[in-house]
């Protein structure tokens, strides 16, 4: 019998996808791993260094100090248009009730003139029972004329002069909106950057910020250091000063003496004079100064760890200028409020020849400024977060300095 099996269809291998599901599930699987494995290998935004968040931090007052000092000029400026806007308007409803006093006045002449009604002179002159009268009663009529016509001038003078006034407060008005608007965006700016200096501190570990602390007693120390070298400079050359003075007084007296039988005359003519006028014109200009500048270093002195508030100028808070502002105020001096006024009053000196008083200014856009009160120390208000105190000169780059009186 023939065998079945030989007439059958071949069976057609089927190739299972099974080791294809396997490979995908693998390479998905080590894709995944890869994927996980590059994103925790890849490298985070690397933290800086706590020196840079120093620099950082310090840039950031910096900029928040020149931003107050923006608005203070802003809000002395404020202060100044709103104090000539009242005045401008107080001068137009003055003016404006004049103007309605000579309405009033214009309008009881028209009234007259309406019930007495217009004639012709010469009409008048031929019904006049009496020509004298007549004449009497036309130069009469010729002073009220006048009256009308003074009337009628002084209403046209009132009214110009109320619309000239008038369109001078609205100009002030705009530029007051305008001044007002820059101080908005100077307090924003200053908050601004105190925000981000705070945020930066707020990131900081304890860690950190012990090193910070340790950066800070560094930078410190460096500047007093600066400090102590310029009082040892200013101390010798004080000494030399004096004895160079010593012996150019005992070199005139040696000479009075020597000047023979008029001895007498001449000490009483030469050194006298000589002597009393060298004195009197040193303490004199000194004193004087020397005087203002005592009473300025008391008060700042007593407001020494009061608190460091942008754009408060005291009693109970100070920023750098209204620090300076108010303590030269006890000395009889009015400075201005900003830095950038401060520096362009009174006489620049130079860092070697500064005296109890002076005001010395900081950084290239002359953001902050101190009261120097000798041995290259000051007294000022330094940032936010601290309090006023004395501090070396040298803490922070000088822009120079002024004497101001």
């Known amino acids: 019998m023939p065998v079945l099996a030989s007439h059958r269809k071949p069976r057609t291998k089927v190739r299972t996808t099974t080791p294809a599901v396997g490979f995908t599930t693998a390479a998905l699987a080590s894709v995944t791993l890869l994927s996980t494995q590059s994103a925790t290998a890849a490298p985070s935004e690397p933290k800086p260094a706590i020196e840079d968040v120093q620099k950082k931090v310090d840039e950031l007052y910096r900029q928040a100090g020149s931003a107050t000092q923006q608005y203070n000029r802003a809000k002395a400026a404020s202060t100044a248009q709103r104090t000539k806007v009242d005045t401008l308007l107080s001068d137009v409803a003055k003016r404006t009730e004049k103007i309605n006093e000579a309405r009033r006045e214009l309008g009881a002449f028209a009234a007259e003139q309406y019930r007495t009604g217009g004639i012709a002179p010469t009409a008048t002159f031929f019904l006049a029972d009496d020509p004298q009268a007549y004449f009497d009663q036309s130069r009469l009529m010729s002073r009220s004329t006048e009256r009308q016509q003074k009337a009628v001038d002084d209403f046209r003078t009132q009214q110009a002069a109320a619309s000239k006034k008038r369109a001078e407060a609205v100009q002030s008005l705009e530029s007051l909106t ?201 007294i000022h208000a330094p940032k936010p977060g601290a309090n006023v105190r004395e501090e070396s000169i040298y803490y922070m780059p000088i822009y120079g300095s002024v004497r101001p009186a």
């Open 178 to 378: 305008e001044t007002q608007t820059t101080l908005r965006s100077s307090k924003q700016k200053v908050q601004n950057k105190l925000t981000e200096a705070r945020s930066l501190l707020a990131k900081l570990t304890a860690e950190e910020k012990a090193r910070l602390a340790e950066l800070e007693r560094k930078k410190e120390a460096e500047a007093k250091e600066k400090a102590e070298r310029l009082a040892a400079r200013q101390a010798a050359e004080a000494k030399e000063r004096e004895e160079r003075e010593a012996a150019e007084k005992k070199a005139r007296e040696e000479a009075a003496k020597e000047s023979g039988g008029d001895s007498g005359s001449g000490t009483g003519t030469g050194t006298s004079p000589g002597s009393g006028t060298g004195t009197d014109t040193g303490t004199g200009t000194d004193g004087s100064y020397a005087s203002k500048a005592q009473k300025v270093l008391d008060f700042a002195r007593a407001q020494i760890g009061k608190p460091y508030v942008w754009g408060a100028s005291g009693p109970a808070s100070y920023d750098c200028s209204g620090l300076t502002q108010a303590a030269w105020r006890e000395a009889g001096v009015t400075l201005p409020r900003t830095t950038w006024d401060q520096v362009k009053v009174g006489t620049r000196v130079a860092t070697s020849d500064l005296q109890p008083g002076d005001l010395v200014f900081f950084y290239d856009d002359i953001s902050h400024v101190g009261i120097y009160k000798g041995d290259g120390m000051m």
